[in-house]
């Protein structure tokens, strides 16, 4: 009976299988067209097996649900207005408005989109129906020109019920990015937002993230009866228990990495604390080392060992290796007692504070600094800040991937306007910090189609578990981000952009980019979706002193981790950071692998006077505990 019914919705036998020289498919051993062979890993085999995989495949739903319902219920979770959702609908509403306001704008719309489906319906007609070609050959699909990984399997193309899903699916995503960016009315900001949230919206209704749309996925289905929805909805359960109601996505295996057992392993001390970080000085591994030391302050969204991930990727070690004595800043991952410390603090109880430690530990007060993305926004405000103040201790300023100047901010700015950090600060008024979930979302989202779109299908559509991936280890190792800290960097930087705007108020002071005149590297990196390298490019030409504006390949990240001996991506240089980004890349010099060397020679060029090994702590100071310290092992 089953089977039977299978087969009146399938293409008549005749249509398949019938003379290849009128209908196409297979002939001499041709495959090029689709017939009923094809059909054979679709069809099911064991429907009691299903049936029951199914009824446990909801069971294990059900907890997923349980798990989501249950802190909502007890009061844990509240929904605010900070649920991206609500801005979305708001957004999206002025760009409907504007298209049903006039019927023949409407119709035009519609005419058009309707006509692209029809071509689409009538070339998948005929390729069912076995049409051929002028020559004589098979009507072959539309070629992939968009190269989408997500549609590599080769059923997208050769079954035509799949490339019609293809296709249908890539006109209305264009047709509907079209609607956004002709809307008329609509200002800057809004219009950015809209643009943003459609790209979500056909992100997730992409067909290859449903079942019976995703020929891979509805293949391993049927091969297994299901039993891939059993172990995909009870993974979904576990992850969303472990986010304590919020879905914490399975991106990695995250029981096969430790904090200083399978990265963060340079040895080092942490030679100094207070309340919103600790100080780490790296042991030497030369005889002689570089006399200005350098300090290392990293974004304290995610946590530093990022620049420490293993022995052959850790840029610490590295410089390390080069003779350098390397100081680092490990951020406190706060909780409600840290509400209040804003950027001033974070300042003179981080930056200063390492510096005073620096000098204990040393004896010298001149210092070369890294700041690592908002870690090098606040490195170059704290500069203005020094340089109003008449303190020279840092000589040299090396940025990664760091906006100072956020309007071309990119589309992070989609989350920051008066009403939703209204909203976000009210929210974080009840509990004293932002949860390290909701920021990881965001850049998350900024790749959906890659950083969360594939995840969720492998894990919980096909009940795989992820492989072990340490950069992804690190990504989920989020930090909660302190209320008076996470307000002032959002309403300075990306709402007001008062840092270049010279409005910038810092402990007190009004401070200016312009007075910041030691030499500054400026590293962007070509494909960065969070700080971009035209606002990095931007940003070069507010400082007061001379910049080196250096770009590498890939992107905030891969493109900062490069180790030479791996000889990956390439970097360009090519002077001043003047006129336009796209005309200076264009006269750039490229350069294969790493750009590490070029770095290292232009901090030795600064100053290349060496000196003997130090120990850390020197005799000043006594090691408080081993390296990677114990702020960094808090978990969100």
């Given amino acids: ?53 199914f009824a446990r495949a909801l069971e294990n739903l059900g907890q997923a649900a349980s798990a989501w319902l249950a802190p909502r219920e007890r009061g844990e979770i509240t929904e605010t207005a900070i649920d991206p959702m609500t801005d979305m609908v708001k957004t999206l509403s002025k760009v409907t408005e504007y298209w049903i306001s006039d019927p023949r704008r409407t119709f035009e719309a519609q005419t058009q989109l309707m006509s692209s489906f029809f071509g689409i319906l009538m070339r ?39 490339d019609f899903l293809r296709q249908v699916y890539f006109v209305t995503s264009d047709w509907v990015d079209k609607l956004v960016s002709e809307t008329d009315g609509l200002d800057e900001h809004t219009k950015h937002k809209a643009g943003f949230y459609v790209k979500q919206i056909t992100a997730a209704l992409s067909p290859s993230n449903f079942i019976a749309t995703n020929p891979q996925l509805y293949r391993e289905t049927i091969a297994s009866n299901g039993e891939n929805l059993v172990r995909g909805m009870k993974m979904l359960a576990e992850d969303i228990a472990a986010g304590n109601g919020e879905l914490r996505l399975r991106q990695t295996d995250m029981t096969k990495f430790a904090v200083g057992r399978d990265m963060a392993l340079t040895p080092g001390k942490v030679i100094a604390q207070n309340d919103i970080c600790q100080i780490i000085q790296y042991e030497a591994s030369t005889e002689t080392v570089l006399k200005r030391p350098l300090l290392i302050c990293p974004p304290w969204i995610n946590k530093f060992y990022i620049l420490d991930l293993n022995p052959q990727k850790s840029f610490i070690k590295w410089c390390v290796d080069q003779g350098q004595t390397v100081f680092v800043i490990s951020w406190v991952n706060p909780d409600a007692r840290h509400a209040e410390k804003d950027w001033g603090a974070y300042a003179r109880e981080g930056v200063d504070f390492a510096l005073e430690t620096i000098e204990k530990a040393t004896g010298e007060k001149d210092v070369n600094a890294v700041g690592y993305c908002v870690g090098g926004t606040l490195l170059a405000a704290t500069l203005a800040l020094h340089a109003k103040e008449k303190n020279r201790r840092i000589k040299t300023a090396t940025l990664f991937t760091t906006q100072v100047d956020f309007t ?53 559509l096909k009940g795989q578990e992820p492989l072990p991936f340490d950069l992804l280890f690190w990504n989920a190792d989020s930090t909660r981000m302190a209320a008076a800290n996470h307000a002032f960097y959002l309403r300075n930087c990306y709402l007001r952009n008062a840092l270049t705007q010279n409005e910038m108020i810092l402990d007190g002071k009004r401070v200016s980019l312009k007075d910041v005149k030691i030499p500054i ?3 962007a990196t070509r494909e960065d979706h969070i700080a971009p390298a035209k606002s990095v490019f931007l940003g070069s030409q507010f400082f007061g002193g001379k910049v080196e504006f250096v770009v590498t390949g890939s992107g905030h990240i891969a493109g900062v981790v490069n180790p030479p001996d791996k000889k990956k991506y390439q970097f360009w ?8 980004y796209e005309t200076w890349l264009e006269r750039a010099t490229e350069t294969p692998g790493s750009w590490w060397p070029h770095w290292q020679a232009w901090i030795e060029t600064q100053d290349g006077r060496r000196v003997a090994a130090r120990k850390p702590g020197g005799d000043a100071l006594n090691a408080i505990e081993e390296a990677p310290g114990s702020y960094v092992m808090e978990r969100t």
Avoid: C
Avoid at 134 to 144: A, C, H, K, S, T
């Fill in 408 to 460: 071309h901010a990119g589309d992070l700015k989609v989350f920051v306007d008066e009403e939703q950090l209204a909203a976000l600060e009210e929210h974080m008024k009840a509990t004293g910090y932002l949860d390290g979930t909701k920021m990881s979302m965001a850049f998350n989202m900024l790749r959906a189609s890659e950083l969360i779109w594939p995840y969720f299908v492998n894990s919980y």
């Fill in 573 to 580: 240089t090519g002077g001043p950071a003047k006129g336009d």
């Fill in 521 to 523: 590297y400026n590293l």
């Fill in 1 to 53: 009976m089953y089977n039977k019914r299978i087969k009146r919705v399938l293409p008549p036998e005749e249509m398949v299988t019938d003379s290849k020289q009128e209908r196409g498919g297979q002939k001499n051993g041709d495959k090029t067209g689709f017939d009923a062979t094809d059909l054979e890993p679709y069809l099911l085999k064991d429907p009691e097996t299903m049936a029951m995989n």
């Fill in 124 to 162: 998948s007609m005929q390729r069912v129906q076995g049409t051929r070609g002028m020559q004589g050959e098979p009507l072959p699909p539309e070629p992939d020109t968009r190269k989408d990984k997500r549609f590599s399997d080769e059923d997208w193309q050769k079954n035509p019920f799949f």
